[in-house]
């Protein structure tokens, strides 16, 4: 399967997921609604927005909403120059940068229609370690961001 068939079919998976998750988490729970356990003391689903960053950085400031697009458009525009040029890279990297460009553009478009993300997924360990919430888009970000981490790492073995 040609590269650019096998990247619209990942981007458009984690697009399509980030969408249908986060319209039943609109749907079916309340804002700031408490945790629903999935797994006790470990996984809940939750109804936040987060109008910042990651783990909420810069949530508030008169700027972010522009801000955040801003970026958002910058860092896909260099995601899709990436790719591009990645043509010759190892698999891993065939894999990373759609979902890098399917987690940024689901996040995006919640950016434009809401000026806010909709996170939902919230890991604890008990009532004492809390990781921020976050969604699919956040989930796929990560893993391309491992992916390529891991590929580096096995260019510098060789």
Do not use: C
């Amino acid at each position: 399967m040609p590269r650019y068939l096998v990247a619209l079919v990942i981007i458009a998976l984690v697009v399509g997921l980030d969408i249908i998750t986060k319209f039943l988490i609109v749907q079916n729970l309340v804002l700031y609604q408490s945790n629903i356990p999935i797994i006790p003391n470990f996984l809940d689903i939750v109804y936040y927005k987060n109008t910042g960053a990651a783990f909420g950085i810069l949530a508030g400031f008169s700027f972010s909403h522009y801000f955040f697009l801003a970026i958002s458009f910058i860092a896909l525009v260099m995601l899709f120059v990436a790719f591009k040029y990645a043509s010759k890279e190892g698999k891993l990297v065939q894999i990373a940068l759609p979902l890098l460009i399917g987690g940024t553009f689901g996040n995006l478009i919640d950016r434009i229609r809401l000026g806010a993300v909709i996170d939902f997924i919230l890991v604890h360990w008990y009532d004492k370690f809390y990781w921020p919430a976050f969604n699919v888009a956040d989930s796929a970000i990560t893993v391309g961001v491992v992916l390529l981490i891991v590929e580096m790492l096995r260019k510098n073995k060789r």
